[in-house]
């Protein structure tokens, strides 16, 4: 079974960037497309990014396209979030999820990321 673990969280400024990264492990892995989520306090589950795991397709939310970029290192089953000119309201939790294939909803969820912005 795939499990995944998030990790790159923290305190940042107003304006900071930060890095997430999404390490799979287990059996072979090979999603269709690997996705950032995000929760903030009292909030549901907000999708941020997503990328396809042979092609690198990307898409993201309007709120945060221009300032994330979700990568992909195929050789080491490792999904990337770099956040930049980050704001107080990108302020949550952040997961990472895997779909195995085009119609399949979003499983394996870790067990999160925490990412504050100070203003």
């Known amino acids: 079974q795939v499990q995944l673990g998030e990790s790159g969280g923290g305190l940042v400024q107003t304006g900071g960037s930060l890095r997430l990264s999404c390490a799979a492990s287990?059996?072979?892995?090979?999603?269709?497309?690997m996705g950032w989520f995000r929760q903030a306090p009292g909030e549901g589950r907000e999708f941020v990014a997503r990328i396809t795991w042979n092609g690198g397709y990307t898409f993201y939310a309007n709120s945060v396209k221009g300032r994330f970029t979700i990568s992909r290192d195929i050789t080491k089953n490792i999904v990337y979030l770099q956040m930049g000119s980050l704001k107080p309201e990108d302020t949550a939790i952040y997961f990472c999820?895997?779909?195995?294939?085009?119609?399949?909803?979003?499983?394996?969820w870790g067990q999160g990321t925490q990412v504050t912005v100070s203003s």
């Open positions: 999820a895997r779909k195995g294939s085009p119609t399949d909803e979003y499983d394996g």
């Open positions: 287990g059996r072979t892995f090979s999603p269709y497309a």
